[in-house]
């Protein structure tokens, strides 16, 4: 019996679903025309003529979250969600990594511009740590000027009143995530790649130093999560996401840097990842334990699988053996969230496409660290981006109609959900601030252009790794919108 996964009420084999998609691309455009798409900032490598103006209204987000808070030539992060998300200017430095890459698939002068000022402020945290020179950089930083919970700390914005880089301890933002380091640099050697310009060469050649000394000592090898929060003591786990990112980051930088130890330090990433595959099954488990107290590091994690780990094992190792992993995702993660019982979207709104993992789709009640259920029909529009890009760079028959739905599914999301939300200062007389309103703040911001950024998810949800995400403005899923409907693969 075929597998299947569910795009209605009902569940499509998954060869139906491949002409489902043909059909509704053949039928309906994503978007009606617009005269503005006919520019010479055109992209040139659209998937689908169609997404020129979802894709020109997602560049503008980001242009308009990055100048929130500074313009001109300053060095500056984009602060990850809208402000109303509670998480008040935290950029988080993986979503702007993504941030630099969307940029460069779209390497127009005033597109690199952008990609350069984000770049330009990774290097300056490189060299403005409080406690570390040895190339790392933390979680996440302050965009612009907040007050934290309770009334303290505040933060005057990305450099801190004593010319520190203004990380965000107090959410617990302080460690150095080894897949964050290698997504901060990809993005920086990307740059490189684009420019020519040394310093951003030099910069993810200290991102990798400090990664390759975080060899796992344990039984499968690889490169274990990084620092905790204290910013010195190791993760025991060690993650197949990471060694991804890593595997692909030291490749490039081989390549860029004609230094072969790369090529051995990669092998190294790679083992890790060969040791997680499911041939059985064929999907990837997302790593080892560890994470917990008595957790033993020597054991593989089997209670949660990840989309993210699937589809990009397809995008940056090279490695055609894991190309059914994406099958896996198709066939286990497939979502369709419509109105009704816990989900938010409005009665006249549907939106399918993939979740976050499998627990995602089980668990029941609260959401971590939430008072909001969880929606187990919901879609994760990063997860979109992730799936479309890999089936498009897969290149199998079928792939590029079911990527192209994906999309559209994107574009729903990117036109009904998330309007109301704001960015950037608010009314506080103390440098408009954002801080919490149930202390006397504001959130409220300036809105957000209509129908430009996308959201985290369709509906609130549980990842089943103890958070979740919201229908939050998010620049992480936006940037991974622009680069399937361009087709960039951000790890060659």
Excluded: C
Excluded at 163 to 171: T, V
Excluded at 229 to 240: E, N, Y
């Amino acid at each position: 019996m075929p597998a299947t996964f569910s795009v209605s009420s009902v569940p499509v084999p998954r060869r139906r679903l491949l002409a489902l998609a043909a059909a509704a691309t053949v039928a309906t455009p994503l978007l009606p025309a617009d005269p503005a798409s006919a520019s010479s900032d055109r992209p040139r490598h659209l998937v689908d003529p169609s997404l020129a103006t979802p894709v020109a209204r997602a560049y503008r987000y980001l242009d308009v979250v990055q100048d929130a808070y500074v313009k001109g030539a300053e060095p500056r992060l984009l602060q990850s969600y809208n402000n109303e998300s509670g998480l008040m200017t935290a950029a988080f430095v993986y979503d702007n990594a993504l941030a630099i890459l969307a940029y460069l698939a779209n390497p127009t002068v005033a597109n690199v511009r952008r990609a350069r000022l984000i770049g330009d402020a990774f290097l300056w945290i490189q060299d403005h740590d409080e406690a570390f020179a040895d190339g790392r950089v933390r979680q996440a930083y302050a965009a612009g000027p907040m007050l934290f919970y309770g009334g303290s700390p505040a933060f005057p914005g990305l450099r801190r009143d004593d010319g520190k880089a203004a990380f965000l301890w107090p959410f617990g933002f302080g460690g150095s995530s080894t897949g964050d380091m290698a997504w901060a640099g990809l993005a920086l050697a990307q740059l490189y790649a684009d420019t020519r310009i040394r310093k951003y060469l030099d910069g993810a050649v200290a991102l990798a130093r400090w990664i390759a000394g975080n060899e796992s000592g344990y039984t499968h090898g690889g490169y274990h999560g990084g620092m905790q929060t204290d910013g010195v003591t190791p993760q025991r786990w060690t993650s197949t996401e990471h060694n991804i990112d890593v595997y692909a980051f030291f490749m490039l930088l081989a390549k860029l840097t004609r230094d072969r130890r790369w090529h051995t330090r990669a092998d190294a990433a790679a083992a890790f990842v060969g040791n997680m595959w499911n041939r059985a099954d064929r999907f990837l488990w997302t790593g080892t334990l560890g994470g917990l107290e008595g957790e033993d590091p020597n054991l593989i994690n089997t209670g949660n699988i990840p989309e993210d780990v699937q589809t990009w094992a397809v995008l940056g190792m090279g490695d055609r053996r894991y190309d059914p992993s994406v099958d896996w995702v198709m066939d286990q993660l497939w979502n369709t969230d419509s109105a009704g019982g816990t989900s938010q979207l409005a009665p006249d709104v549907r939106i399918s496409g993939v979740t976050y993992s499998s627990q995602a789709k089980a668990i029941t009640g609260p959401i971590s660290g939430s008072d909001l259920p969880n929606h187990r029909d919901a879609v994760w529009l990063e997860g979109n981006g992730h799936a479309a890009l890999a089936l498009l760079q897969r290149r199998k028959s079928g792939d590029r109609a079911i990527a192209k739905r994906l999309l559209a599914e994107t574009v729903v999301a990117q036109n009904r959900v998330g309007a109301g939300q704001t960015v950037g200062r608010t009314a506080d007389p103390d440098g408009g601030r954002l801080s919490d309103p149930a202390g006397g703040g504001t959130w409220t911001g300036t809105p957000l252009p209509a129908r430009s950024g996308v959201v985290a998810a369709s509906s609130a949800f549980d990842t089943g790794f103890a958070f979740g995400y919201f229908q939050r403005q998010h620049v992480g899923a936006t940037a991974w919108f622009l680069m399937a409907a361009q087709n960039f693969n951000p790890y060659r």
